[in-house]
């Protein structure tokens, strides 16, 4: 634990982060509109979408493409490929 969701198609981050490329720029995105309160993550805004990790040349058909917003979700399971944890933002 924790994991993030996409509030529109409900993947998780195993199925939105393929390649390290999309955890790579997910990482990025988060560290960038992190808000820290008394040095503790505690909202990410705007909040990230998923056409934002997986960018609208990735997707194999462009009428899918997903824009929905990425959910932190504290008690799902870990994403098994690509850690993640506030630790790192
Ligand atoms: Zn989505």
Redesign the pocket.
């Known amino acids: 634990m924790p994991n993030a969701k996409?509030?529109?198609?409900?993947?998780l981050l195993d199925d939105?982060l393929v390649k390290d490329k999309h955890y790579n720029r997910f990482i990025k995105l988060m560290k960038e509109r992190v808000v820290k309160f008394a040095g503790f993550p505690c909202n990410i805004t705007p909040g990230i979408r998923?056409?934002e990790i997986v960018l609208d040349n990735s997707w194999i058909c462009l009428n899918n493409i997903?824009?929905?917003v990425?959910y932190y979700q504290p008690f799902t399971p870990s994403p098994k490929k690509y850690k993640f944890s506030l630790d790192m933002i």
């Open positions: 996409c509030e529109k198609c409900n993947l939105i998923h056409n997903c824009d929905g990425l």
